[in-house]
């Protein structure tokens, strides 16, 4: 055995003992959500931060510096104060989730990331999982991920370029302190989030999430959606479980503890949390709200309905206006996917609204939801009646339409999930590799692809691509009858071709919601389905090409975004290679006019 494997057995011991140690110092009970009465707290608005300065009347370019912090903050009236994670500007600012940044397509944002986090975790991890740890062993690897942002490698937040606090240690991939935003993509809904390796979701169970809007006044200033403040807001959900002492509950102990002594696939809370509160109520008016809804949770899917019957009005999915508003009665979000919706509450008979949840966790055959997690935030409306400025359009931005025609590669991109003796998940690869396996997905840049999907798990996996937009165009499941003959030869070669995937994908066909036929960059893959999307890596807004250089190291990822799927370690790399025009021109030169007068 070498002394490099040795030393490697040794770090994962002495990591295990302190886990263990820390569990055991960490006494308390776990507390009961009915404990908790839900609609006593009123719902914030998180702090907004503006990515850009004005000038004598003109947006300039903006450099922030965003820390990260541990302090305490008040999830609930009646739970004492929790220690977290947050994003903020400084500890006394930062808050749960973290600021919303608002920026203006075509300026560009800079942002340091600031990691001010202790030496030690507030959580449990697992050292057995691929996992960034310190050579030291000391100091919490952070690394910020803007997520649904069309930008730079080296700003991607890549899970290796991470580092501590001070910027002490640092991942092998890490380039440069300063991320660059340069806010060139669609105008739409992004969030920003912890992206380190092996440890993304802890370190979003602890706090590290937040939204980030991308503006566009001549775009969007004409469809006179409701605007400002008060009647556009961001809504970030997602699930925790707390003990007495208001702590975070996590299961420190593994479904396979032989194997992985942390690791479980899936975390679920039951305590549902909205901007930082559990279960808030809001005063609304009779009118038209804008709710960009973001399920920040780790692995819970939730399914949207109002108990009253109002109406959700879609507008966008995840960063990108839909071509016209597309009204449901329930809306079904992934862990990471976005909801950009209109609620008019003059068409409420009550004068209340509970938001409320119906899916099943793990989604779509786990357990029902109960009292606690099936209720969400609670809407108080107002009586007077008023006058609305805002409206619904009947059209909303058309982009292109996808076009088969024109992609320049077929990929199939296969799930995997790997099970021990006893049946337990004990983790789960795309195409079969782990993630240090060598790049296998290189799209050139400024062209469309083809991937088909194969989900070959139990679960609905919501995959997430970055730097990439996807369309949608089918879902087929494999045939029942044979699904195990292929994915038996699946899990033997990895090949759908030489598996004959075609004799396979004759099942039933299902409908793309009409509100999700859009531009995604994250969509659920149905288990036993095969899920074909055009992926097009270029803007979708514009003929431009991209203002930096996508091939640049050290590249882009894709992966399952159930983080504790991600973790271990459902993920790939994906690098971009070079399109030689004419001339010796590269694909990615453009400029901020070529946009605006696709728009127009």
């Known amino acids: ?339 950009d919706v209109v609620i008019d509450f003059s068409k409420s008979k009550s004068d209340f609204a509970i938001l409320a949840n119906d899916a099943p966790y793990p989604y779509p055959s786990g357990d029902p939801v109960n009292d606690a997690n099936g209720r969400v935030m609670k809407f108080l409306i107002k009586r007077q009646r008023e006058f609305d400025t805002g409206r619904i359009p009947n059209k909303l931005i058309k982009y292109p339409f996808p076009d088969l025609s024109s992609t320049s590669q077929t990929r199939y991109i296969a799930m995997y999930e790997y099970t021990s003796a006893i049946d337990e998940p004990t983790h789960l690869y795309i195409n079969g590799k782990s993630y240090d396996e060598p790049v296998t997905e290189k799209p050139k840049a400024g062209t469309s692809e083809v991937w088909n999907v194969i989900n070959l798990t139990e679960d609905n996996h919501p995959l997430h691509i970055h730097l990439g937009l996807f369309v949608v165009m089918e879902q087929r499941e494999l045939v029942k009858a044979k699904a195990e003959e292929f994915k038996s030869c699946m899990t033997r070669f990895n090949d759908a071709v030489k598996c004959q995937i075609s004799k396979y994908t004759r099942g039933k066909r299902l409908e793309v919601p009409a509100h999700e036929k859009g531009w995604k960059n994250v969509y659920k893959m149905t288990p036993g389905y095969v899920t074909k999307i055009l992926v097009r890596f270029s803007y979708i807004h514009s003929n431009a090409s991209y203002t930096f250089d996508p091939t640049a190291e050290p590249g882009y990822v894709y992966h399952c975004h159930i983080l504790d799927h991600e973790d271990n370690v459902m993920m790939r790399p994906l690098k971009l290679v070079k399109i030689w025009l004419r001339g010796g021109r590269l694909v990615w030169v453009s400029s901020v006019m070529d946009c605006i007068t696709w728009w127009r």
């Open 1 to 339: 055995m070498s002394f490099h494997v040795m030393e490697r057995i040794v770090v994962v011991l002495v990591m295990f003992l302190a886990l263990m140690l820390g569990v055991l110092s960490s006494s308390g009970q776990l507390i009961s959500p009915s404990q908790l009465e839900m609609f006593v707290d009123e719902i914030q608005d998180m702090p907004r931060i503006q990515g850009f300065h004005v000038v004598n009347g003109v947006s300039k370019s903006k450099s922030l510096k965003i820390g990260m912090f541990k302090k305490h903050w008040k999830f609930h009236r009646d739970l004492p104060p929790t220690p977290v994670y947050a994003y903020g500007t400084s500890k006394h600012t930062a808050t749960i989730p973290g600021p919303t940044i608002e920026a203006i397509h075509g300026i560009d944002t800079y942002v340091t990331w600031q990691n001010h986090l202790p030496s030690k975790h507030i959580l449990p991890w697992d050292p057995t999982i691929p996992t960034a740890i310190p050579f030291t062993k000391k100091g919490i690897p952070t690394v910020v991920h803007l997520h649904g942002g069309i930008d730079e490698p080296e700003s991607d937040g890549n899970s290796n370029s991470w580092f501590t606090a001070g910027f002490k240690e640092k991942g092998p991939t890490w380039t440069k302190k300063m991320y660059h935003y340069r806010n060139m993509q669609q105008p739409g809904n992004l969030w920003y989030h912890d992206h380190a390796m092996g440890l993304t979701r802890v370190n979003l169970l602890a706090g590290l999430i937040g939204s980030y809007i991308i503006r566009h006044h001549d775009v969007e200033a004409p469809l006179r959606l409701p605007n400002g403040d008060e009647f556009d807001r961001p809504l970030i959900v997602f699930d925790r479980s707390f003990l007495k002492d208001g702590s975070i509950y996590m299961n420190s102990t593994g479904n396979n503890p032989n194997i992985h002594p942390q690791w479980q696939p899936e975390y679920f809370g039951d305590t549902i949390i909205v901007n930082g509160k559990a279960w808030p109520r809001m005063i609304v008016r009779r009118r038209k709200y804008r709710f960009r809804i973001i399920n920040a949770s780790n692995a819970r899917f939730f399914r949207f309905y109002f108990t009253n019957g109002l109406d959700f009005i879609h507008v966008a999915a995840d960063s990108a206006y839909l071509r016209r508003p597309v009204t449901t009665n329930e809306t079904l979000l992934a862990p990471s996917e976005i909801a």
